[in-house]
């Protein structure tokens, strides 16, 4: 994938904000909570911005920012609490990298979301994954840590 056809860093930074946010959401609603579809459409429509330049986005945790398709996001379009967070939550539990394919949608960012919520905080990437299986969502995928993602340590 060129540089020129991966999705911009706004397009970017906004999936990530958005991924933040429904992650909070989806801690605290349930899914048919008015606010937590709202967070949803958001997180949707974020989404399918970032896939509408490419065939897959990544997000991938480094060792103190995120990554997409392996260019780092620039935390202060994003919002620092964000970056912490998705990058906290994503290393602890082991995922190297969210993969979002076309034909992610609302329904792979609800699973996503409610799989990360519902866990116990020391369930990693085989729970999460057995999670998204359950819930059968389809264009998101989790890699593991030992994935060779962008920023770690060699």
Same mark, same amino acid.
């Given at each position: 994938?060129?540089?020129?056809?991966?999705?911009?860093? @706004?397009?970017?930074?906004? /999936?990530?904000?958005?991924?933040?946010?429904?992650?909070?959401? &989806?801690?605290?609603?349930?899914? !048919? +909570?008015?606010?937590?579809?709202?967070? %949803?459409?958001?997180?949707? !429509?974020?989404?399918?911005?970032?896939?509408?330049?490419? #065939?897959?986005?990544?997000?991938? =945790?480094?060792?103190?920012?995120?990554?997409? +398709?392996?260019? =780092? @996001?620039?935390?202060?379009? *994003?919002?620092?609490? &964000?970056?912490?967070? *998705?990058?906290?939550?994503?290393?602890?539990?082991?995922?190297? %990298?969210?993969?979002?394919?076309?034909?992610?949608?609302?329904?792979?960012? !609800?699973?996503?979301?409610? &799989?990360?919520?519902?866990?116990?905080? #020391?369930?990693?990437? !085989?729970? /999460?994954?057995?999670?998204?299986?359950?819930?059968?969502?389809?264009?998101?995928? /989790? @890699?593991?840590?030992?994935?060779? &993602? =962008?920023?770690?340590?060699?």
């Amino acid at each position: 994938m060129s540089p020129a056809t991966r999705p911009g860093p @706004l397009a970017g930074a906004e /999936l990530a904000r958005s991924l933040f946010v429904l992650f909070k959401a &989806a801690a605290v609603y349930s899914r !048919d +909570n008015e606010g937590y579809r709202a967070h %949803a459409a958001e997180a949707r !429509d974020a989404l399918a911005a970032a896939l509408a330049e490419d #065939d897959e986005v990544r997000l991938e =945790p480094g060792e103190e920012s995120l990554f997409l +398709n392996g260019r =780092p @996001l620039d935390a202060r379009g *994003l919002g620092e609490a &964000a970056v912490r967070f *998705l990058t906290r939550e994503l290393t602890r539990r082991g995922v190297g %990298a969210v993969v979002f394919t076309r034909g992610a949608g609302e329904r792979a960012l !609800d699973a996503l979301a409610y &799989a990360f919520a519902g866990a116990s905080r #020391d369930a990693g990437v !085989d729970a /999460l994954r057995a999670a998204l299986q359950k819930e059968r969502a389809v264009g998101v995928a /989790l @890699l593991t840590a030992s994935y060779d &993602a =962008p920023g770690a340590a060699a």
